[in-house]
């Protein structure tokens, strides 16, 4: 199994970027499909993008107040991936997950409950967006 640690939360506001960080450790870590989660206060812990082993495809949540704003990307020689977030909202504000997957399809990590029947989970990081 492997571990996670994300990192690059904080408090920013409306208007600016985070770029947070997952890094995984553990021998299978560059061959899991590895996938971001979101969980705001009193709600559901949400898809927010996900990326394959090798970073070739990618999918992104069909929320429209995300779109164009979001971009997964990741380094496996670093084992790491990221979540660049841009034009920041108060709204973004949650907790934020790093998921990995091993033997997954990046598009089967692109709902909740089905990501969390086959995925590690790491320890999340706060985002908070002021006004």
């Known amino acids: 199994q492997v571990q996670l640690v994300e990192s690059g939360g904080g408090l920013v506001q409306a208007g600016g970027s985070l770029r947070l960080s997952c890094a995984a450790s553990?021998?299978?870590?560059?061959?899991?499909?590895m996938g971001w989660f979101r969980q705001a206060p009193g709600k559901e812990r949400e898809f927010v993008a996900t990326?394959?082993?090798?970073?070739?495809?990618?999918?992104?949540t069909d929320s429209i107040s995300m779109k164009g704003r979001i971009t997964i990307s990741r380094d496996n020689a670093l084992n790491s991936v990221y979540l660049q977030m841009n034009s920041l909202k108060p709204e973004d504000t949650a907790v934020y997950y790093c998921?990995?997957?091993?033997?997954?399809?990046?598009?089967?990590?692109?709902?909740?409950?089905?990501?969390?029947?086959?995925?590690?989970w790491g320890q999340g990081t706060q985002v908070t967006v002021s006004s």
């Open positions: 998921a990995a997957a091993l033997n997954t399809l990046a598009k089967d990590l692109c709902n909740y409950y089905a990501a969390n029947l086959k995925s590690s």
């Open positions: 553990g021998r299978t870590a560059s061959s899991n499909a």
């Open positions: 990326i394959n082993y090798n970073g070739r495809n990618t999918y992104y």
